[in-house]
């Protein structure tokens, strides 16, 4: 029972819930219990081994909600639920616009520039670039995100921290 519990605090703490589901088992009472839990989040059914032969029908409740077909162990369709992931993830706009994600401004553009940098590699692996270009704008997003972590720092956010404090003379 303690993992319930656990498993419903990780839905509540989490952005976005992948829901996988067996599609050679029954749909069962605590699968339902669970998929009422995770609405109002943003969230993906994942239908799993798809490459047997199953004939389980969803319940009409779950028939809104994005669905992906897969199987794990022949890799089918994982693209299609990566995309799935980053469309309602990341690209999704309740994500990006939460205020409570970032404390300041300061943080904000520094994780848009990450976010920049990233899709700029990305872009650049897709084209068949090579990789030193992705490296690059990989390397310059770690920075941005390196700034929000502190563990590195810009001459000008200290500049403007000093500039604002009395230091003893």
């Known amino acids: 029972m303690m993992s319930i519990e656990r498993t419903y605090a990780t839905v509540q703490a989490a952005d976005i819930v992948l829901f996988v589901i067996d599609l050679n088992q029954p749909i069962t009472q605590e699968?339902?219990?669970v998929f009422r839990r995770v609405q109002g989040k943003i969230h993906?059914?994942?239908?799993?081994?798809?490459?047997?032969n199953n004939k389980i029908t969803l319940p009409s409740e779950w028939g809104q909600a994005v669905a992906i077909k897969i199987s794990a162990l022949k890799g089918t369709n994982i693209d299609k639920l990566k995309a799935a992931i980053y469309e309602n993830g990341i690209g999704h706009e309740d994500v990006l616009h939460q205020a409570s994600i970032v404390p300041n401004l300061r943080q904000a553009d520094c994780l848009k520039r990450a976010m920049h940098f990233s899709l700029n590699g990305?872009?650049?692996i897709k084209s068949g670039l090579a990789l030193d270009f992705a490296a690059i704008e990989l390397k310059d997003a770690v920075k941005e995100m390196d700034q929000i972590l502190g563990l590195s720092y810009n001459e000008d956010v200290l500049d403007l921290i000093f500039s604002r404090f009395c230091i003893g003379k």
Not at 44 to 52: A, E, F, G, S, T
């Open 31 to 33: 699968d339902l219990n």
């Open 44 to 52: 993906i059914v994942v239908m799993n081994k798809v490459d047997l």
């Open 122 to 124: 990305l872009k650049e």
